[in-house]
Structures are given as structure tokens and as C-alpha cells.
């Protein structure tokens, strides 16, 4: 038996032409009948480290019963100039999640996989409190089950009043140890399984996107602050509304 959370990631790598770039995480999200991946922006797009991708590929498995069989999707990020992803922007600033809509006319009839539902996210902010455990789903420097495909799992916990936007931003801290490649995971939260929740008894939290540190940290006599941002979920229905990423 395979724990369905683990379906619902996919290790993305990106591409220039048909040279290799970066390596990261993403998940999959499901509104209505669309079905999105989503990610880090700065995945498929970060000006500071000139990181110009043109496509990225998406990780599938496509036999229920034998998950070593897998495919990649090739999915373009511009076209006529245009970008496909959407991202969002708040009084805060730029938010680092982006959302690129899947065809699904593309993908092989016997995919297998499991997609976060608008249901996954927590409505009532102040319902989660400050050290609860939470899980990252992702593949760290791309450290995964090569054999399976499957991605791998850090503890963590909200490190940061959640529902307060820290330092004024759409995100809040997790306590967790993290690597490069595990930006655009899924952070998620054990919800008390319901009736109509499926196979999924989770709640979609966060995207996570990068570790915070001190400028000042002396290096030598320092430790890392062991803290991530987070990127508040509910950013979703904001990238996956009428305004948010579509097909050409």
C-alpha cells in the first residue's frame, strides 16, 4: 500500500531548449475539472540568478499496480511571449507560488496520481496553532525513491504565529530541516478524517519555497536558524479562478 499523500507530488525538472537547469519540487492541485501543478515561482522564473527556463517536465507514474513504471510531461511555460504560469501578487509584494494549468488530454490514460481539492485548505486560520507538526513533502538536492519515484518526507512545525503574515508577508515560518530542490513543496497538516475527504485526510497549509537565515550570521561560530517560508495555500484559489492560469 502506498500512502496517497505521496502521489500528490512530483519532482519538476526545468529546461532550456534541451539543456538541463534546476531540479524541484512540485504538487498537483484540482478545481473543478482543471488540474494544475504548482510550484515556487522562482522554479520557473528568478531574475536575481538569471534563471530563464522555457519548459519544465513533470514527473507521472502511470501504472497503479507497478509504480516503478513513470513518464515525464513536457510542459511549455511561454507561448507567443506569453507566460502560461500565473503567479500572485499582495499588498506585501510578489508571492513565490506559481500555478501552470495541466492538459489533461496529454496525460496517458492509465496516469496515476493524487491532486489537493480547494477542500484540502484550512478555512478558519486561527483553528492552527503555533509548534503544530506538519509534514514536507518534496525531493531534497532530488534525493528520492528512484526505483519508485516517490518523493520523501521532513518533519516539521509552524514556527510562526499562523494566520499573522510574517514581517508583513504572505507567509509564515516552519521549523524544519530543508535542502535546494525541495522548493514547491506541499506543506500539509493531518486533518481528522472526514466523510467525502477520500484517501487524502489532509490540510493543504503551505508551499514551501526557501530557508530564511540571518545576513548577520557569523558563519563560523553561527548555526542556521533551521526556518523556511511558507507561502500561505490559499493563494490557490486566487491562481486557479477566472483570472489564474488557463490553456491558450
Known amino acids: 500500500m502506498i500512502e496517497p499523500l505521496l502521489l500528490t507530488a512530483t519532482q519538476i525538472s526545468t529546461f532550456l531548449g534541451s539543456q538541463l537547469m534546476t531540479r524541484a519540487t512540485g504538487f498537483l492541485f484540482a478545481r473543478d ?3 494544475y501543478v504548482v510550484t515556487s515561482r522562482h522554479v520557473v522564473l528568478d531574475e536575481p540568478s538569471k534563471h530563464f527556463p522555457d519548459r519544465i517536465e513533470i514527473e507521472l507514474h502511470i ?6 513504471q513513470s513518464t ?12 502560461l504560469w500565473a503567479q500572485g501578487v499582495d499588498a506585501g509584494g510578489e508571492i513565490d507560488v506559481a500555478v501552470l494549468e495541466v492538459d489533461r488530454s496529454a496525460l496517458p490514460a492509465t496516469v496515476e496520481f ?4 480547494p477542500a484540502h485548505l484550512q478555512d478558519s486560520l486561527d483553528e492552527i496553532e503555533v509548534g503544530s507538526a506538519l509534514l514536507i513533502v518534496g525531493f531534497p538536492l532530488g534525493f528520492h525513491d528512484l526505483l519508485h519515484h516517490l518523493p520523501v518526507v521532513r518533519q516539521a512545525a509552524i514556527a510562526s504565529s499562523f494566520g499573522l503574515r510574517f514581517q508583513g508577508q504572505g507567509y509564515f515560518l516552519t521549523d524544519a530541516r530543508t535542502h535546494r530542490g525541495t522548493s514547491g513543496a506541499p506543506v500539509v497538516m493531518r486533518a481528522p478524517a472526514h466523510p467525502g475527504d477520500g484517501d487524502l485526510p489532509w490540510k493543504l497549509l503551505g508551499v514551501h519555497a526557501s530557508r530564511m537565515d540571518m545576513k548577520t550570521r557569523d558563519l563560523e561560530k553561527d548555526e542556521s536558524l533551521g526556518l523556511n ?4 495555500a490559499d493563494i490557490l484559489m486566487t491562481l486557479t479562478g477566472d483570472a489564474g492560469a488557463r490553456l491558450g
Request: proline share 3%; hydrophobic share 40%; charged share 20%.
Open 33 to 35: 475539472e482543471r488540474l
Open 63 to 68: 501504472a497503479a499496480d507497478n509504480l516503478t
Open 72 to 83: 515525464g510531461l513536457s510542459m511549455p511555460l511561454y507561448r507567443a511571449g506569453k507566460s
Open 114 to 117: 493524487r491532486a489537493f481539492t
Open 229 to 232: 517560508c511558507a507561502w500561505y
